[in-house]
């Protein structure tokens, strides 16, 4: 079957740097998205990843390694408005989105 | 502003009624989506719609319809079929399925159903 796995929670410091990870296993790639959802609104859209590397945005940067089967999100200097979720989502060979459960990210003072 | 409106936002319903949720974009995009999200999974697709008059069953079709009448809109039924209809509903919408361009999501429907 296909899964994508994201850790539920995490917790970080207002200034500081997160990375959360995104582990996939589906059937075939057509790239990778990561999107924003705060609690009770839309997912927005942060990344597309459909090549090996990083891509930086601004305070946000994503990384993928196909062969790993592995993605992570990074961000640098934490504010409180970064306290949502963060949805990591592939394209399959069928260009059908399979998504993970997201994780919840919260910053603390 | 272009973009994807979900009416209404909450939503209450007596177990065995349908309720209809709304969505209309006026993004000119021809693919239109509705995704069920509930605690602690991924977001699960009920019905895609790719152009007008036409739409396939997503994986969990079971207990809802749809129609698309009109490119901006693509309403989505939740009828009394369905067993555990309580969840959070979005609307979204893209370029046609198969380029990379990211999904357009609406503020969502809260449905409670008791």
């Known amino acids: 079957g296909q899964n994508i796995d994201q850790p539920t929670e995490m917790t970080a410091t207002e200034g500081a740097i997160v990375q959360i990870n995104c582990t996939y296993q589906?059937?075939?790639?057509?790239?990778l998205f990561w999107y924003q959802q705060h609690a009770g609104e839309a997912p927005t859209f942060l990344s597309y990843n459909v090549l090996d590397g990083l891509e930086e945005k601004g305070r946000f940067s994503s990384f993928l390694s196909r062969s790993k089967g592995y993605s992570y999100l990074l961000l640098k200097e934490l504010q409180m408005k970064d306290s949502a979720s963060y949805l990591c989502a592939v394209m399959d060979s069928n260009y059908q989105l399979i998504w993970g459960a997201g994780t919840k990210l919260i910053i603390k003072p | 502003d272009g973009g994807i409106t979900q009416s209404p936002k909450y939503l209450f319903r007596k177990e065995g009624q349908n309720v209809t949720l709304s969505c209309e974009q006026n993004?000119?995009?021809?693919?239109m989506y509705w995704y069920r999200q509930d605690p602690g999974q991924g977001l699960r697709l009920i019905y895609y719609?790719?152009?007008?008059?036409?739409?396939q069953k997503g994986d969990i079709a079971e207990g809802y319809s749809v129609s698309r009448e009109k490119k901006e809109s693509f309403p989505l039924t939740v009828t009394s079929a369905q067993k555990n209809p309580t969840a959070f509903y979005l609307c979204?919408?893209?370029?046609?399925?198969?380029?990379?361009?990211?999904?357009?999501f609406g503020n969502g429907t809260r449905l409670t159903v008791t």
């Open positions: 719609s790719q152009i007008v008059n036409d739409f």
């Open positions: 589906t059937s075939g790639f057509n790239g």
């Open positions: 979204a919408s893209s370029t046609p399925t198969g380029d990379s361009s990211p999904l357009h």
């Open positions: 993004l000119n995009h021809d693919a």
